[in-house]
């Protein structure tokens, strides 16, 4: 008698645990990406809020023109409905505190808040 070759028939359940388990990969890698980007903006922010600040140390406050650089800067990073309630907006004396506070929005829904403090240095 010879042996007769036979193809093993492929289990239908196993083409289907391999492709959810694709899917669920893919889902959490699209996850981290935008998680990844919104860190990245909040850093971005942090990052500006910092040369900001020390520009301040150096006048005493936020000047005007500092000020709407600093806003289009974080608009471009994609940051929105800006608020700078407690910035120190009028010149304080040397060794005076001045605060740099920045609030908005990242992608619209996620709020981020940057509360600098320093010493006017001039």
């Given at each position: 008698?010879?042996?007769?070759?036979?193809?093993?028939?492929?289990?239908?359940?196993?083409?289907?645990?391999?492709?959810?388990?694709?899917?669920?990969?893919?889902?959490?890698?699209?996850?981290?990406?935008?998680?990844?980007?919104?860190?990245?903006?909040?850093?971005?922010?942090?990052?500006?809020?910092?040369?900001?600040?020390?520009?301040?140390?150096?006048?005493?406050?936020?000047?005007?023109?500092?000020?709407?650089?600093?806003?289009?800067?974080l608009?471009?990073?994609?940051i929105?409905?800006?608020?700078?309630?407690?910035?120190?907006?009028?010149?304080?004396?040397?060794?005076?505190?001045?605060?740099?506070?920045?609030?908005?929005?990242?992608?619209?829904?996620?709020?981020?808040?940057?509360?600098?403090?320093?010493?006017?240095?001039?």
């Open positions: 008698m010879g042996k007769v070759n036979r193809k093993n028939s492929g289990n239908m359940g196993d083409l289907m645990i391999t492709g959810i388990c694709i899917l669920a990969m893919s889902a959490v890698m699209i996850a981290y990406i935008q998680c990844a980007g919104i860190i990245q903006q909040k850093l971005q922010a942090g990052q500006l809020a910092r040369k900001y600040l020390l520009k301040m140390e150096t006048c005493g406050c936020l000047l005007p023109e500092d000020y709407f650089l600093l806003q289009q800067e608009e471009t990073a994609g929105t409905d800006l608020d700078f309630s407690g910035t120190t907006f009028e010149s304080a004396g040397y060794g005076q505190t001045i605060v740099l506070g920045i609030r908005g929005k990242l992608k619209g829904e996620m709020e981020i808040v940057e509360y600098r403090t320093s010493t006017a240095k001039y």
